[in-house]
C-alpha cells in the first residue's frame, strides 16, 4: 500500500510561483513512476507532468511545458512540482500519483494522494 500527501498549493497572483510537494509513505516510491495530474470542477483530471522512477525519463502536457518542472528525492520519498509564470488557468487542484510508468493516463496510475488547491487570481 502507498500513501500520498500533497502540500504547497495556496493563493498566488498570476506570474507567481508555487512549489507543490507529495510525501510517499511505502518502501515501493524509488521504484515507483510518479505524475502529477489537475482537476477544475466538473471536468474530468487531466494529466499535467510524470518522472520515471530514476529521474531519466520526464514527460509534461503542452500547456505546462517551459513553466513546470518535475522532480523527486528518493532519499526523502518526495516528488515536486515546480510552478512558475502560473496564470488563471492553471487553477485546480492538483494530485499526485504513483505508477508503474510514465503515462499521461488516468488510469495507468495506481495510487492517489488527496489533493492540493492551486489558485491563480489575475
Known amino acids: 500500500q502507498v500513501q500520498l500527501v500533497e502540500s504547497g498549493g495556496g493563493l498566488v497572483q498570476a506570474g507567481g510561483s508555487l512549489r507543490l510537494s507529495c510525501a510517499a509513505s511505502?518502501?515501493?516510491?524509488?521504484?515507483?513512476?510518479m505524475g502529477w495530474f489537475r482537476q477544475t470542477p466538473g471536468k474530468e483530471r487531466v494529466f499535467v507532468a510524470a518522472m520515471s522512477w530514476n529521474g531519466v525519463i520526464t514527460s509534461y502536457a503542452d500547456s505546462v511545458k517551459g513553466r513546470f518542472t518535475i522532480s523527486r528525492d528518493n532519499a526523502k520519498n518526495t516528488v515536486y512540482l515546480q510552478m512558475n509564470s502560473l496564470r488563471p488557468e492553471d487553477t485546480a487542484v492538483y494530485y499526485c500519483a504513483s505508477g508503474l510508468v510514465v503515462d499521461q493516463a488516468v488510469s495507468r496510475y495506481n495510487y492517489w494522494g488527496q489533493g492540493t488547491q492551486v489558485t491563480v487570481s489575475s
Open positions: 511505502g518502501r515501493t516510491f524509488s521504484r515507483s513512476a
